[in-house]
């Protein structure tokens, strides 16, 4: 405690002169051979995160970076505007089982989402499940939910301190209570019940022999689990000993009769799908898609006919049916592939609902069961949906709509008349009249054209000396559409632009716009993103001063690849949970799924590629790198926080100019999923701080 004491006094009288005394962090002369090729990895070291050295560089780095952050004037007022902007009343969408509807609601500041079930549409909701009574710092997330059919039995998964790592427990819906079931070591995995509610299906690996947080994971398996019995009785369903990093996700359909299977191989964008007769308690998994040559995703079925969303062929996706009865599984289209990319689809009602993509913002088009399109679900404007879930013999579906300046709004949609009507909508401490969305688009360093959406107050003049945050992330087939963030609300708030760009490696275009990103075409997502900051600069609604970007996970290693490339065009920069060190990612957690995505840097070929462009291998020392804030966690077991760890160090000891260098290290939190409610307030309240701080913005009167 002494040593933070003086640490803090030495790194307030260092900050006070504009030059920052950073922890040790000493080297050692650690190597790693990378197909022939030997790399130095100075700060191996802080891989171990729970070595006493490893610690006091972390107490160390959080008391350099609070003393910094907690001096900032504007800090408390931007806490406060988060806090008022975030407490509003907020729902997600019903899932109706058993004539029972089961939603989640927040009253506004509570650390995690409660469960309620209401008997009708209309009858007064009951509390089901609330985990913040679980942890007394609101710490333990619900996971994952399954519903049986009879809306009786309640599976639910919690993870405790971000983690991935679920453990799964059963609800009698009637009377609130537990039941004995528990299930261990489950991770990535959803549960699906029979239809006579009696188990339900689930994915778990083996317990890991080494440090949770740390260990790869693979060899997962899928079992039953029979209500009332202990885990260890549970039936393998299904396993691929010679396909050790698959994965599964399963689902019974709606009649009972079959067990879907999809088996993913990381963050391999093609999957393979097999099923399984309940019906029959001999019969064997059997293969309907084994070969992974291409994106499968179960919709439903029509006796022994399935459907699925698919990319054969069909690059923005199409929709086709399989006859499961007939042993050469002809495949017939129902929905042909269309100029808009299919972002995903749902069979409901006996109506298909397919969300599209237009120029990365979302349309809603009804199909019958034979293809034909019967219609459009209107929209308020440019945003972006979710739902439409449900059966095949519901009567009705919920879905939201967002954009970048109204909150999130629950519809109920009538399927017999096709007409929505508004369930729930909140009532938000901001005015997103006094904002407006654009939708732009530039061209990148090889000419594609990438869209932009670009949030801003209404009237704003483009005279360069406006606060931008530019955000981004490219990759793994996430879109990036225009949705409602209360941290971008006070922002805006705050007199900022909010410039949110589209960049290849996503899917908001099709698989072609991914794999336009991936491997050995990752360059092209930073160029994207450079080509975006330089036409913000060139039509004069900022300047590099001015010009802040943020991205997180695959997006945090955006950042740490464009501020090296291009530290001159960036005013400051929040590398957020980021991939940092290319060339051990694999060697983490679940690191080695992503090489569908990265490569393999154990391979000749992909080495060369990803070191050119890997963050911590091309940090440069001397370099003027502008002020960065880096945040992370110490139950990430998702990007093993050692990548932020090593990067830190690295900048800090590189850096050649008087910008902060800085890393935040949240405790009891992982890579954000589950992240309570304080806890969040308080990171992006510093992020904005730091923006205040190093943009030299002024804050408007009244905020």
Request: charged share 25%; aromatic share 12%.
């Amino acid at each position: 405690m002494l040593y933070l004491i003086a640490f803090c006094a030495v790194a307030a009288a260092a900050q006070a002169q504009n030059h920052f005394l950073y922890p040790d962090a000493h080297k050692t002369d650690t190597s790693f051979d990378y197909a022939g090729t030997k790399v130095p990895d100075p700060y191996n070291w802080l891989e171990n995160a729970d070595s006493d050295e490893s610690k006091a560089w972390i107490d160390a780095e959080n008391a350099l970076t609070f003393s910094y952050l907690h001096a900032i004037p504007e800090r408390e007022k931007i806490l406060d505007k988060l806090k008022s902007v975030w407490n509003f009343e907020r729902f997600g969408a019903p899932q109706k089982e058993g004539g029972r509807y089961f939603f989640t609601r927040n009253d506004g500041l509570q650390n995690q989402d409660v469960m309620y079930v209401a008997d009708s549409l209309g009858a007064q909701p009951r509390m089901l499940l609330d985990p913040n009574t679980l942890l007394k710092d609101g710490t333990m997330a619900l996971n994952g939910i399954a519903i049986s059919r009879d809306g009786k039995k309640l599976a639910y998964a919690l993870s405790s301190g971000g983690s991935d790592w679920q453990e799964w427990h059963v609800r009698d819906v009637d009377t609130g209570e537990d039941t004995s079931d528990v299930i261990k070591w489950a991770k990535f995995s959803d549960a699906s019940w029979t239809k006579d509610g009696k188990g339900f299906f689930y994915e778990r690996y083996e317990e890991p022999k080494e440090n949770i947080l740390k260990a790869s994971v693979y060899n997962q398996k899928m079992y039953y689990h029979v209500l009332g019995t202990d885990e260890s009785q549970d039936e393998m369903i299904y396993s691929r000993p010679d396909h050790s990093d698959w994965g599964f996700g399963s689902g019974v359909t709606d009649d009972g009769r079959y067990l879907v299977i999809n088996a993913w191989q990381g963050s391999d964008h093609e999957t393979s799908v097999f099923f399984k007769d309940l019906t029959d308690p001999m019969a064997k998994v059997q293969d309907l898609f084994p070969n992974s040559d291409a994106a499968y995703t179960f919709l439903g079925n029509v006796g022994t006919v399935f459907y699925f969303q698919w990319d054969k062929g069909a690059p923005n996706g199409a929709v086709i049916s399989v006859d499961v009865a007939n042993p050469d599984h002809k495949i017939k289209t129902v929905i042909p592939e269309a100029k808009d990319a299919l972002e995903g689809a749902s069979l409901v009602g006996g109506k298909f609902f397919g969300r599209y993509l237009k120029d990365a913002h979302s349309q809603i088009r009804v199909y019958d069961l034979a293809g034909k399109k019967l219609g459009e679900v209107g929209l308020p404007g440019i945003g972006s949906t979710n739902g439409f879930a449900g059966h095949i013999d519901d009567n009705e579906t919920f879905y939201t709509y967002a954009s970048c300046t109204s909150p999130t709004t629950l519809y109920r949609y009538d399927i017999a008349s096709g007409q929505s009507t508004i369930f729930k909508k909140p009532k938000v401490d901001f005015d997103g009249d006094k904002y407006e969305t654009k939708e732009v688009f530039f061209k990148s360093k090889d000419g594609t054209r990438i869209p932009m959406f670009l949030t801003y107050k209404r009237g704003m003049k483009w005279d360069g000396t406006n606060p931008t945050l530019l955000y981004g992330y490219g990759g793994f087939d996430v879109n990036e559409t225009p949705y409602f963030s209360i941290s971008r609300a006070v922002w805006l708030e705050m007199g900022g632009v909010y410039a949110d760009v589209v960049l290849r490696g996503g899917a908001e275009y099709g698989e072609s716009w991914h794999k336009a990103g991936m491997l050995h075409n990752k360059q092209n997502v930073f160029d994207d993103f450079i080509a975006a900051g330089e036409y913000l600069i060139h039509e004069k609604i900022t300047a590099t001063p001015h010009l802040a970007i943020d991205g997180a996970s695959n997006g945090g290693l955006l950042i740490g690849a464009v501020l090296n490339q291009r530290p001159d065009l960036w005013g400051a920069a929040l590398p957020a949970v980021g991939v940092m060190d290319m060339l051990r990612f694999n060697k983490f957690t679940i690191g080695h799924a992503w090489m569908g995505d990265y490569g393999n840097p154990d391979t000749a070929a992909d080495f060369a590629y990803i070191r050119k462009y890997s963050p911590l291998h091309n940090i440069k020392p001397g370099v003027h790198y502008p002020p960065a804030l880096i945040t992370t966690a110490d139950h990430d077991d998702r990007v093993f926080p050692a990548h932020s760890f090593k990067y830190a160090a690295t900048l800090q000891a590189a850096q050649g100019g008087d910008a902060p260098i800085l890393i935040r290290i949240e405790t009891r939190a992982g890579h954000g999923a589950g992240k309570p409610t304080s806890k969040a307030i308080e990171e992006i309240g510093d992020q904005w701080a730091f923006l205040v701080k190093n943009l030299n913005m002024t804050l408007p009167e009244g905020f």
